[in-house]
């Protein structure tokens, strides 16, 4: 099940805070930490996707 906040896209900020702990240098660029929601694949998909969306309140 995914939630409304998870559609489009998740932030891992727990994930940036440890490797900016650990120097690593992934930390400077903030799409390491992105992680793409089902509406962000929809969009981006090479063939018209169907995508369901039920009980929204």
Do not use: C, M
């Not at 929601?37 to 039920?54: H, N, R, S």
């Amino acid at each position: 099940t995914t939630k409304a906040q998870q559609g489009l896209y998740e932030y891992d900020a727990v994930a940036r805070l440890r490797d900016s702990q650990l120097g690593d240098a992934r930390v400077h660029d903030i799409r390491n930490y992105i992680v793409q929601g089902k509406l962000w694949q929809a969009f981006e998909a090479e063939q018209t996707p169907v995508l369901l969306i039920d009980e929204i309140d």
